[in-house]
C-alpha cells in the first residue's frame, strides 16, 4: 500500500558537505528525519518587535495558537490511534458473546495463541515473504537504478514509466493478474505453453506455485520503488567523487565498491525499512486473488487476522494477535532505525 | 587499436543498458496495457489462440455491463465524495498541526516528540487499528456511512500530511512572515498571506499522495462499507475479481476505468515528484 512510509532526510548540516535527502518514499515524496523537531541552524529566535507594532500581544497570541493550531491533530490521532490500541489490548482479555467484550478470561486468548498452528504457520510465512520480496526487489531496484544512473537519454521518460505500477490501487493490481495468471487464457500461461511447450501452470490454484505468485506479483508491483529511492539517492552523490575516484585509477568495482555503496547505505537501509514493514502487512492482493489459499499456502497474519475478527467474529483473540503483530512490526522497524542511527548520517 | 577497442566495450555496455532498462520498462508497463486491450475484446477473442495484440473487434459490452449492470458509477461518484471530504479535512487540519510543529518551540521537547509518534502511527499497520475502530465505529452507529469512512482516511492520511507539510514548511524563512508581521499582520494573516502562497507547491504534491492513497484504500472501505450506495471504487471492483467465474469484460473495464484517474495524477505527481527531490536533494 501506497500509503505506508517512512524516510528519512539526513538532516544537512555545515559539516557534510552534501545532504542525500529527500526522496521518493513509499510512494511518497516525503522527507522524514528521526527526533525531529529540533531547530535549524538558519532559524532565529524571533526577533524583538518594536512597541509599536504591539508585540506583547502578538506574544500571548502566539502562545495560544500554537497549541490551539496542534490540538486538532492530536485530538484526533489520540482518539482514533492511541485509543483504538488500548481498546484492544483491554479486549484481548475478554471473550466476545454477542459482539461484546463480556467475560474476562485473562491471558486465555495469549495461550491460546502459542499453542496455535495456524497462527505460528501464517507468521513464519510473513516473515518469509517479507524476506524473499524485499531481498528481490533490493537487489533488481539496485540493479536498474545503477543503470539508470548512468549517462543515459529518456532518464525521466523510464522514471516515469517504471513508477506507474507502484501507484495503482491493489484492486488493478489483483485484476491484471488475475487476467495474466489465468489458466485458460493467460498470456503467461500461453507463452509457457504454445512457446516455450513446458505445458500450463495453475498459478494460483496449485499450492506449490501460489507463494510464488504472489512474491511475482509483489516484486512486480514494489520493484519501482527501490528503484526510484535508490535513484533519487545515487543522484545525490556528488559527481567530484567519481572523478576523484577516476583520476585516482580506480575500476568500475572499485567505484561501486568504495564509494557508490557506502555513501547509498542509508538509502538502502531507508528502502528495506519501509519496504519491509509494508510486506510485513501484505493483505489487499491476497485476500483478492487467493483468499490465503489454496489450503493455507498464502495465508499471512494479515488474512488470518482478517478470517479470526470478520470470518469468525473472535474480536478478543484478534486483538491478541494484532497487539503481536504490532510489536513485531515495532521491532523491526526499530533495527533498521537503529542500523541507520549507526550509519551516521541521521541525526537523532 | 586500444581506443577502438575501449570505444567497443562503451558501446556493447550501453546497448546492454538500454536493453535491461528497456524491458523493465516493458515487464512494468506491458500488463496494464494487456488489461486495457482485453477490456475491449469479446469473451470469444479473449480466449483466442495467439492472443491478439489489439482487439479484432472493438467491443463496449464490458463497459456496458459494468456501468449498467453493476452501477460501477456510483462507487466512483462514493469515492469522489470520500477522498473529497477526507482530502480537505485532513488537509487543513495537518497543515495548521505542521505550521506549529515548525515554527513554534514546544515546551519539554514535544516538537520532537509529537513528530515521532505522529511519524510511528503511519508505520504501523492499518490491520492493527481495524478491528477496535470497528467496533468503536459501530458504537457510533458510523459503520457503512461516508462519515465513517471519511473520518477514518483523516486520521489515516493525518500524519503523512503533518509530516510532509512542516518539511515543506521548515524550508520557508521565518523572516518573511516576521516581515509581514512586522507590518502589521497577525501570526494567521501573515500564515494565510505571506507563508500560504511560497508553500503552494508542496501543498499540491501532498493533497495528490493523500488522493492517490484514499483512493486506492482497500483494507477500511471493505470493513466499513457494505452496500452499493457507500461502497467505494476498491470494493466494487474487488467483486469484480471472482474465483471461479469471472466475467473478463467487466473485470477488465473496471480495472481501466479505476486505472485512469491514477495515471492522471500520477503524472500530474511527476512534476512535483522531481520538484521535491530538488528541493531536498542538497541544502
Redesign the interface.
Known sequence: ??????SL?WA?SPSEP??V????LG??????S???????P???E??I??LW?GWGA?LG??RA???L??A???L??LA??L???L??LR?SFYAFQY?RPTVFIGLTNYERMLADQTFWQSMARTLLFSLVVVLVELVLGL??AL??N?E?RFR?A?R??????M??????V???????Y?Q??G?LN?ILD?ILHLGRASWLGDPKLAFLSIVILDV?QWT?FMFLVLL?GL??IPVELYEAAHVDGATGLQVLGYITLPLLNPTILVGLLVRT?DA??M??QV???T?GGPGTTTEFI?LF??KT??KFSQ?GY??AL??V??VV??VI?LFYIRLLGRSGTVER | MAATRFRLIRMMQNVLTYLILGLAVLVALFPLYWMVVSSFKTQVELFSVPPTLLPLRPTWEGYVDLFVNRKFGQSLLNSLIVVGTSLIVSMVTGSLAAYSLSRFRLPWKLNGILGFWILSTRMLPPIVTIVPLFLILQALHLVNTYAGLSLVYVVFNLPFVVWMMRSFFQEIPTDLEEAGMVDGASRLGALWHVVLPLVRPGLAATAIFVIIDTYNEFLFALILTSTPEVMTMPVAAAALVGRIHVQWGAMTAGGTVAMLPILLFAFLMQRHLVRGLTLGAVK
Do not use: C, H, K
Open positions: 500500500m501506497i500509503g505506508s512510509s517512512l532526510e544537512p552534501y545532504a535527502s529527500a526522496g521518493y510512494g511518497q515524496l516525503m522527507r522524514v528521526l527526533g525531529s523537531g529540533r531547530p535549524r538558519s532559524r532565529r524571533p526577533p518587535r518594536p507594532s502578538r497570541e502566539d495558537l500554537r497549541y493550531l496542534l486538532p491533530t492530536v484526533l490521532l482514533f490511534t485509543y483504538p490500541y481498546y484492544a479486549i459482539g540493479v536498474l543503470l539508470a548512468r543515459i525521466g523510464i516515469t514509466a517504471l513508477m506507474q505500477p501507484v495503482l490501487a491493489p484492486v488493478v489483483a485484476i491484471v493478474w488475475r487476467l495474466l489465468n485458460e487464457s498470456l500461453y504454445n512486480w519501482p533519487a543522484q545525490s514493514v510485513l502487512r493483505f489487499d485476500f483478492l486473488l483468499q494479515s487476522l482478517y475478527a470478520f474480536m484478534a486483538s494484532l497487539l503483530l504490532f512490526t515495532i522497524a
